[in-house]
């Protein structure tokens, strides 16, 4: 699926630049900003889609260069990671890391709330707070907290799967509209001409 992903993902870079092309002589044009803008989300979900996959060793995509990181974290280590709903840093701790695109996946121990996060983002959580957090009680169990996260996961890329389906089922139409405008006007110059067998 994710080489499926990487084809789409260069012919929906390709179309944009063609997009971008045609902007370039007619900026104002509605339908083809339009167009630029849905190419670009579709581009960004696609994205999104590939880092969330987990990655085999045989495909590698053009765009995921490693990204160098400071500290060398681990799985189970607790962190300060950046919430991406409100931009406040909060406790975590390291579920899981994917180093080739340079991210973590983090579940906040106070809230329970997962979100994945770059690893550069990471910050080292001060030695008192974190003894102080290591005597008190967890709400929840590892397991529970594992399976909030997978779910919460799992909607995640369902809703990014049903956005992509609706943008790429939108970029049909807007095609088909195309396709239907380009026969009338190859027609409407072929009218009059008269074809002659040889």
Do not use: H
Not at 32 to 47: C, H, P, S, Y
Not at 133 to 151: F, P, T, V, W, Y
């Amino acid at each position: 699926m994710s080489e499926d992903l990487v084809k789409q993902l260069s012919s929906y870079k390709a179309q944009l630049q063609q997009v971008e092309v045609a902007l370039s002589t007619d900026p104002d044009n509605e339908d083809l900003l339009k167009l630029q803008k849905d190419l670009q989300e579709v581009i960004d979900l696609t994205k999104d889609l590939l880092s969330s996959q987990p990655v085999d060793g045989s495909s590698s995509t053009s765009g995921s260069e490693s990204v160098p990181v400071k500290r060398s974290w681990k799985v189970g280590e607790r962190c300060l990671a950046t919430w991406s709903n409100d931009g406040q840093a909060y406790e975590a701790e390291i579920e899981e890391i994917d180093r080739e695109n340079g991210t973590a996946a983090v579940t906040f121990t106070e809230y329970g709330n997962a979100d994945v996060i770059p690893l550069q983002n990471l910050k080292v959580v001060e030695e008192g707070k974190q003894s102080e957090d290591d005597g008190g009680l967890k709400s929840k169990s590892r397991k529970e907290q594992i399976a909030e996260q997978r779910e919460y996961k799992k909607k995640k890329a369902q809703k990014k799967v049903q956005r992509m389906k609706e943008l790429e089922q939108e970029r049909e139409e807007q095609k088909s509209k195309w396709q239907q405008f380009n026969n009338k006007a190859y027609s409407k110059n072929k009218k009059g001409q008269i074809i002659l067998p040889y």
